[in-house]
C-alpha cells in the first residue's frame, strides 16, 4: 500500500519561500508522476505541479514563476519551493501521487501553511 | 484551462437516497474524468477514474459515467458515511483542473 507522509515549515512570512518535502512509501518513484495540490481553507482544490522520476515538470500557469520541483529517488522523496508568498498562498498543501488516468489515488496527510506578518 | 462546474454546490439528501452529481467541462473531453470524496480534517479520496471505474475498496453504490461535455457522479443508497463534499476533476488537457465541489449533507 502507497503512503505519502509530508513535512515542512507551516508559518511563513510574505516574500518567503514555501518549502514541502513527501516521502514515498510503498512504492516506486520511478512510475508515475507525482504532485501537489493546494486548498486554502474552506475552499476547493487547486493543481499546483508535478515531477516524475526524470526530473520532468508540470506546473500550473498561473504559479510557474514561482515554483520549482525536485526529485530524489534515491530518497524516495520529492520537494516543492513556491517563492515570494503572500496570504494568498495560505492553504493546505497535499502531495499526491498522480497515476495513468491523471487521478490521484494516493495523498500525503496534508500540511497547512499560513503566510501571515 | 478547462473549467469545470459542478451542480448542484449543495444538496440535501437523507440515508438510503439515490443522489447523483454531474459535472459540466468547458470544452469536450474523453475518459479522464476523475471523482473524489473528501471529508473536513481529510485528505480528498479517489472514487472514480477514467470517467467510470471504480476504485479499489470503494462500495459499488458509487458509479460514474458521461461522455464529451457532462459526467455524473451516482451514489446508490446514501449511508451515514458519504455525507461529505464531492470534487470532480479533469487530466485530459493541461493543467489539471477541479470543480468547485458538491457538498452533500443530511
Known amino acids: 500500500q502507497v503512503q505519502l507522509q509530508q513535512w515542512g515549515a507551516g508559518l511563513l512570512k510574505p516574500s518567503e519561500t514555501l518549502s514541502l518535502t513527501c516521502g514515498v512509501f510503498g512504492a516506486s518513484t520511478s512510475d508515475h508522476y507525482w504532485s501537489w495540490i493546494r486548498q486554502p481553507p474552506g475552499k476547493g482544490l487547486e493543481w499546483i505541479g508535478e515531477?516524475?522520476?526524470?526530473?520532468?515538470?508540470k506546473y500550473s500557469p498561473s504559479l510557474k514563476s514561482r515554483l520549482s520541483m525536485s526529485m530524489d529517488t534515491s530518497k524516495a522523496q520529492f520537494s516543492l519551493k513556491m517563492t515570494s508568498v503572500t496570504a494568498a498562498d495560505t492553504a493546505f498543501y497535499y502531495c499526491?501521487?498522480?497515476?495513468?488516468?491523471?487521478?490521484?489515488?494516493?495523498w500525503g496527510q496534508g500540511t497547512l501553511v499560513s503566510v501571515s506578518s | 484551462d478547462i473549467q469545470l462546474t459542478q451542480t448542484p454546490s449543495s444538496l440535501s439528501a437523507s440515508v438510503g437516497d439515490r443522489v447523483t452529481i454531474t459535472c459540466r467541462a468547458s470544452q469536450s473531453m474523453t475518459r479522464y474524468l476523475n471523482w473524489y470524496q473528501q471529508t473536513p480534517g481529510r485528505a480528498p479520496k479517489l472514487l472514480i477514474y477514467g470517467t467510470s471505474i471504480l476504485q479499489s475498496g470503494v462500495p459499488s453504490r458509487f458509479s460514474g459515467s458521461g461522455s464529451g461535455t457532462e459526467f455524473t457522479l451516482t451514489i446508490s443508497g446514501l449511508q451515514p458515511e458519504d455525507f461529505a463534499t464531492y470534487y470532480c476533476q479533469q487530466s485530459y488537457s493541461d493543467p489539471d483542473t477541479f470543480g468547485q465541489g458538491t457538498r452533500l449533507e443530511i
Open positions: 499526491a501521487r498522480a497515476r495513468d488516468h491523471g487521478d490521484f489515488d494516493s
Open positions: 515531477i516524475n522520476h526524470r526530473g520532468r515538470t
